[in-house]
């Protein structure tokens, strides 16, 4: 991966978790949502990406710098897990509760998913000024550290 490519990459990967801020803010405000974020860090866009290419990210950026990167995905991830489990856990009811809407989620429940949302935003805040410091990393290194 050159220099240029694994900046694009560290950028989608920013735009891609604020697309899924936007989709999670959009199914905290009712609206359906067909296709819901990846549960998992190795599951989304970011993760697939950042989990292939980890030997030449550990190479370029250092260790360190890869398990910053990483700690910050994962926070992500499991503070996420409490809003799919709100919205999208598919609970065994029986044929009459599925008719009469008893999946729907209540008011304490959507309270508690915009108390998760606020941590998400953090997390969210702090994954990009780690992507953020990444680049500028990268953008100081000399073009032959890369392939």
Same mark, same amino acid.
């Given at each position: 991966? !050159?220099? &240029?490519?694994?900046? /694009?990459?560290?950028?989608?990967?920013?735009?891609?978790?604020? #697309? +899924?801020?936007? $989709?999670?803010?959009?199914?905290?405000?009712?609206?359906?949502?067909?296709?819901? !974020?990846? &549960?998992?860090?190795? /599951?989304?866009?970011?993760?697939?990406?950042?989990?292939?290419? #980890? +030997?030449?990210? $550990?190479?370029?950026?250092?260790?360190?710098?890869?398990?910053?990167?990483?700690?910050?995905?994962?926070?992500?991830?499991?503070?996420?897990?409490?809003?799919?489990?709100?919205?999208?856990?598919?609970?065994? $009811?029986?044929?009459?509760?599925?008719?009469?809407?008893?999946?729907?989620?209540?008011?304490?429940?959507?309270?508690?998913?915009?108390?998760?949302?606020?941590?998400?935003?953090?997390?969210?805040?702090?994954?990009?000024?780690?992507?953020?410091?990444?680049?500028?990393?990268?953008?100081?290194?000399?073009?032959?550290?890369?392939?």
């Amino acid at each position: 991966m !050159t220099k &240029l490519e694994m900046l /694009e990459a560290i950028e989608n990967a920013k735009q891609v978790h604020l #697309a +899924q801020m936007d $989709k999670i803010k959009a199914v905290i405000a009712g609206k359906e949502i067909k296709h819901p !974020t990846a &549960l998992g860090k190795m /599951e989304c866009a970011c993760g697939i990406w950042f989990y292939s290419n #980890a +030997q030449q990210i $550990k190479s370029v950026l250092g260790l360190q710098f890869f398990e910053r990167l990483d700690r910050s995905h994962e926070n992500w991830h499991r503070d996420y897990v409490s809003i799919y489990e709100i919205y999208f856990k598919e609970e065994k $009811k029986g044929f009459f509760a599925k008719f009469l809407g008893a999946n729907k989620v209540d008011d304490l429940q959507k309270d508690k998913a915009k108390l998760y949302f606020l941590e998400l935003q953090k997390d969210t805040e702090e994954l990009l000024l780690v992507s953020d410091a990444a680049k500028r990393r990268i953008s100081a290194l000399n073009d032959s550290k890369f392939v």
